[in-house]
């Protein structure tokens, strides 16, 4: 199971890292994403990954998080930067095709962006 870590609170125009950590399975070259759920909205896709290193970004999260995965130590990053109100949520880490799925959410760590 898929277990994310990090959050925490932060003022706007801070950075936080995120980390997930694959447990009790094996952490597949395959495409991984970072997903956020803000308060009353549906869970959205910010960041993925594929087993090559390419990345793609949400529109609302370009040139502010950095998607990385480190394949030895089994562990997804998420870097992010100059974090907005916006960007308060609860973060989680999936494989895609589980995402598309509707499964495989383990538990999210939150990350709430105020002054």
């Known amino acids: 199971q898929l277990q994310a870590s990090g959050g925490g609170l932060v003022q706007p125009g801070g950075s936080l890292r995120l980390s997930c950590a694959a447990s009790?399975?094996?952490?597949?070259?395959?495409?991984m994403g970072w997903y956020r759920q803000a308060p009353g909205k549906e869970r959205e896709a910010v960041a993925v990954i594929t087993g090559i290193g390419s990345r793609n970004y949400a529109d609302s999260v370009k040139g502010r998080f950095t998607i990385s995965r480190d394949n030895v130590k089994n562990t997804l990053y998420l870097q992010m930067n100059s974090l907005k109100s916006e960007d308060t949520g609860v973060y989680y880490c999936?494989?895609?095709?589980?995402?598309?799925?509707?499964?495989?959410w383990g538990k999210g760590t939150l990350v709430t962006v105020s002054s």
């Open positions: 009790g399975s094996i952490f597949r070259s395959d495409a």
């Open positions: 999936n494989f895609l095709t589980a995402a598309v799925r509707g499964e495989g």
